[in-house]
Each structure stands twice: as C-alpha cells, then as structure tokens.
C-alpha cells in the first residue's frame, strides 16, 4: 500500500514499503512534481493510484539518480500523465548520466540487478525483470529552474557521490530539498555505483545550500534536518581518508571495511564499506573514472 503524507505545503512524500524509498510529489496550481517512480509496472501502477488521490493535475517527473527503486517505475507513470490534447506523455527529468546509463545500458543493468535480487525475493525480482525501461527525456547538466503550477523548483547536480549523476531537488517555497540517495537514513549509503572520494564534496555542497530549518527527504527513510546531513558528511569524510591511507598501502577492502564505523549496521554495513573501499581505490587511479 503506498500513501502520501503531506510533510510541507503541497509537499508529500510516500513510503514504498519492500526498501523504504520515499517518492515525493510537488503539488502546484496545474501540473505536479513526482520525485522518483519505483521499482516496477506494479509498483508504479500503485504510486499513480495513490497520486491520482492526492492530484488530478499533469505530471512532470524526476528521477534523483538511475537506480531501478528510483527510475523502473517511469513508463507507467510517464504513459499519457503529461496532460494537453491528445494526453502527452509527462516530461521525465534527469541529470546527463543517470539518463545516459539508462538509455545506454538499462537492459544490461536490467539483468544485473534482477539476478542480484532473485534469490531474495523472487516475485520482486521477474516483476523488475518484466518493466519496460523509460529512459529520461529531459537533460539536466549542472541545473535546471522549473515551474511547477506557480511553484518554483529547482534540479541541481552538486557533483559525484552516491552514482555519477545524482540530482537534488529544491522546493524554496517549501524550505525543503529532495535529495535523493545522496543522504540515507535508518540504512548505510549505498556504494556499489559510487564516488566515495568525491561523495563529501557533494554533500558540503548540499550543506552550503541548506538553511537551519531546511528538511531534507533522503531517498530512504525518515525525513531530516541540516544536522544529520552534516553528520552523514563526517562518516563519509572519515570514509574517505580511510580509504585514501588504504590505497597507499595496498589495504584489503574487507580489513579497511571492518575499520569504518559502517559496520554498525551490521553485515550490510560491512558490505557496503567493502564496496566503498573497492569503489574509492578505483576513483584514486582513474580520477575522471568512466561509468
Ligand atoms: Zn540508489
């Protein structure tokens, strides 16, 4: 079941409940903002239910980043949602390389992802598996102003972090940023696509942006404040120089992983340090690393 909150003045956010992503719609006078579109046909099916009883207004769509939880969900929910006369497709935002991955090698990461998942959930999995993949069909490069029914909102590629092409989104009327998996809450970050050397650059820059009240909706979990996006920003610039004092010595991953205070998460917290340390020697030899 997903429902909408309202967390801020027509700012609302949903839960999907299999990995707890918030999707958030930005609800102006004539169209509406979706952040996000799930992880499949079934999924989306449901996220245009829920938004068709917050909204009959059309759609314009975001996607933070191309992960599947975050990109899969885009054809049902771009199909015809767009309004005008004949009903046109919504417009679906991204920035270059996330919409690049996908129109270049969704099919492949496609399969990737789907035999990763199949044997811990095996319904989810072929439903994954059976989407049509929507590549994004409006560029973002460093930002992009839109207005949303009246409200102004804004798409900003602060750099590297969680992939190579994460976009936050800015509601100023609202005091509130969308950040997307750039800033994670309840679970460790993801580093299988990451720039763990990069990624506290990025979220300074987030910082900089961010006023005392700011709310921030992470791509998982609970909705936070300026303080916890600085704390997140110490973890992964300790991170950092742990891997980098690593590289030097030719440290194995999984003994430079048990060091990081991510193993408080338990096995995936060690998991995904041992991908933060693989992903960051990587990014210290091939400074412009390729996707
Ligand atoms: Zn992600």
């Known amino acids: 079941m997903i429902a909408f909150t309202e967390i801020a003045d027509r ?17 102006g006078d004539g169209q509406a903002l979706l952040i996000d579109t799930l992880s499949h046909d079934g999924q989306a099916r449901e ?8 909204t009959g207004e059309p759609l314009a769509v975001v996607n933070t980043h191309h992960h599947y ?6 054809a049902v929910v771009a199909d015809g949602t767009g309004g005008g006369q004949p009903p046109r497709d919504a417009p679906i935002f991204a920035h270059e390389e996330a919409a690049a991955l996908l129109r270049d090698k969704g099919t492949v990461l496609q399969r990737e992802w789907y035999e990763e998942l199949l044997p811990q959930d095996l319904a989810f999995a072929d439903a994954l598996g059976q989407c049509v993949i929507r590549p994004p069909d409006q560029i973002v490069h460093g930002e992009t102003g839109l207005d949303v029914g009246g409200r102004q909102v804004v798409l900003r590629h602060l750099g590297r972090g ?3 092409g994460d976009l936050v989104v800015e509601v100023p009327d609202a005091d509130l940023v969308v ?7 309840g679970a460790p970050p993801g580093f299988g696509d990451s720039f763990p050397i990069s990624w506290p650059d990025t979220l300074a820059a987030l910082l900089s942006r961010l006023g005392p009240q700011t709310r921030v909706v992470p791509g998982h ?15 992964l610039s300790q991170l950092s120089w742990l891997i980098r004092e690593a590289h030097g010595d030719g440290g194995d991953p999984l ?3 048990q060091k990081t205070t991510l193993t408080r998460f338990g096995e995936r917290g060690l998991q995904e340090a041992r991908h933060a340390v693989i992903r960051g020697y990587e990014e210290l030899e091939q400074p412009s690393n390729p996707r």
């Open 11 to 27: 700012v609302l956010v949903a839960v999907e409940p299999i990995v707890n992503v918030n999707v958030t719609l930005v609800v």
């Open 47 to 54: 996220l245009l239910t829920a938004i068709r009883g917050v």
């Open 69 to 74: 939880d975050h990109a899969f969900g885009n």
């Open 255 to 257: 003994k430079v992983a």
């Open 179 to 185: 950040a997307g998996d750039l800033v994670e809450e």
């Open 221 to 235: 979990g609970a909705v936070v404040g300026p303080d916890f996006v600085r704390a997140q920003h110490g973890e």
């Open 162 to 164: 969680h992939t190579i």
